[in-house]
């Protein structure tokens, strides 16, 4: 069975990604403050200012990080969609 080499580069995204998205896991302090759960969220009224309890001020400052990267997962798998659907086989011509 031989390789492609374009397959190399792929698996090697792959490894560091998986890699990275542990490390992030592993390193997250996954406590549960009682408190702060008990809190609702605020939402924004208009002309008013963001509070800290705020759904803009949650997702956007404590789990921005995380979007970005669930972002570039995504935009990847997009890319990688296109890729595959746009490839010939030239192996199966017979």
């Known amino acids: 069975m031989k390789i492609k080499k374009a ?3 792929g698996v090697a ?3 560091a990604l998986v890699l990275v ?3 992030a896991a592993v390193s997250d ?3 549960i403050d ?3 759960e ?3 969220w605020e939402f924004q009224p208009e002309g008013g ?3 800290d309890n705020s759904v803009n001020h949650i997702l956007f400052e404590e789990y921005g990080p995380i979007l970005l990267m669930l972002a570039l997962l995504m935009f990847g798998s997009i890319i990688g969609g296109v ?3 746009k490839e010939d086989d030239e192996d199966d011509s017979g």
Do not use: N
């Open 7 to 9: 397959v190399i580069p």
């Open 83 to 85: 890729y595959i659907s």
């Open 21 to 23: 998205f542990s490390v």
């Open 38 to 40: 008990m809190e609702k």
């Open 34 to 36: 009682k408190d702060a």
């Open 13 to 15: 995204l792959a490894v």
């Open 29 to 31: 302090d996954w406590a």
């Open 49 to 51: 200012t963001l509070s």
